[in-house]
């Protein structure tokens, strides 16, 4: 199977595609698109930047402009034929660009709902009929209790970023989306599966069969890793050193894994003659729009930020990706990894690496070898893990999970 067509794809959204430039179907399409077109219920698993979004996207549409031929057309307002839940706000926005850009000529209509809106923005787009409505959980979740919108009628339910949303302590509100879209069939993909969450899609009244890529749980080819070994005082004067190294035409992400880290990373690279851009979960959504708008516009020559830049963003003609400090998690690194090489892309993945961290070069190293990393284990140490609220709360609720006795927690 060698284009779309081969694939199922109507012929109408192979010249959307076209038009937006695909024009060969990538690796995880080709597994994905055929099972969700046959509606087989299915994880798609793939590295970040591979075209997972059109791996849904494609047969959602496509779907949902069948049932609309033998139905009709949604007349209500608020009450969707498919649902798309994404983890960040910048996704929601991201991927419903991408399905309206492939929906048109199927004209299927396309809204988004998510974090941050004033509730008069909420309602106005919900005012009118659509067929898909893409949105984050916990903001859907609260609209359904609020009566605002209606999943009844959904067909298909797409949950993107499964090792975000699956994880423990997130899924109470992903779970009432789904219980509201009772008839929904139920497509799941993700860059990374952890075991923990196998284990649970395995346990669903309807386990769904995992479509693994073969570039999942694995770095992009073109992407060449170099460690840097530094003293914890030294990782702005190195961090620096790298940029200017590497030319001043030359952009990228540096990753953090805290807010405050990344507003001090952020203003010493500065003062040390960096333009750099600084985005994360700290900032209000349309501080965070705005930041990354100048960004995409050529602002700033790094975008400094946390995991929230690190799931799906596909920002264009990055260079490299620096890593202020190793993630926490094993799924963290795959989707940092991921900002560079998208797509048959090349990258540079550069690590500031301390004493403390010696014990996770092995997978590291093994991943740029072109081996998989384990995401079924923390990245880091227990120890290291305890050093963040995130990382306690997210072992909390594992603790929960497994019926294991509470932790205390102490507040200064």
Known sequence: MSTFADLGVAEELVVALDALGIRSPSPVQRLAIPAFLAGKPAVAVARTGSGKTFAFGVPLVQRLRAVEASEGAVTAPARPRGVVLTSTRELVVQTTRVLKGISHGARQRVRMVSGGELPGETRRRLAEPFDILVANPPRLAALLKQGLVDLADVRIAVVDEVDTLLAPGQRPPVEAVLAASRQAELWWVSATLPEPIR???STRPVPP??????????????????????????????????????GDKARGIV?????????AAGAALAERGHAAVIVHGGLLPRERKAALERFRD?????LVTTELAGRGLDLVDLAFVLNWELPERASDYVHRVGRVGRM??????????????????????RLAAGGTLDTG????????????????????ARRKEAGGPPVKQFKG
């Open 298 to 302: 050529g602002e700033g020559r790094v």
């Open 255 to 263: 990753f953090c894994n805290r807010r405050e880290t990344a507003d």
């Open 209 to 246: 069969a995992v479509l693994w890529s073969k570039d999942a749980h694995t770095a992009p080819d073109t992407v060449t890793t170099k460690n840097i070994p530094i003293k914890p005082a030294q990782r702005a004067d190195a961090a620096s050193d790298l940029l200017t190294s590497i």
């Open 377 to 396: 284990e923390p990245l880091r140490s227990a120890r290291t893990r305890k050093t963040t609220a995130q990382g306690a709360r997210e072992a909390a």
């Open 344 to 365: 048959g892309r090349k990258g540079k993945v550069f690590n500031l690496v301390t004493d403390r961290d010696r014990h996770l070069i092995g997978q590291v190293e």
């Open 199 to 201: 284990h649970w899609l």
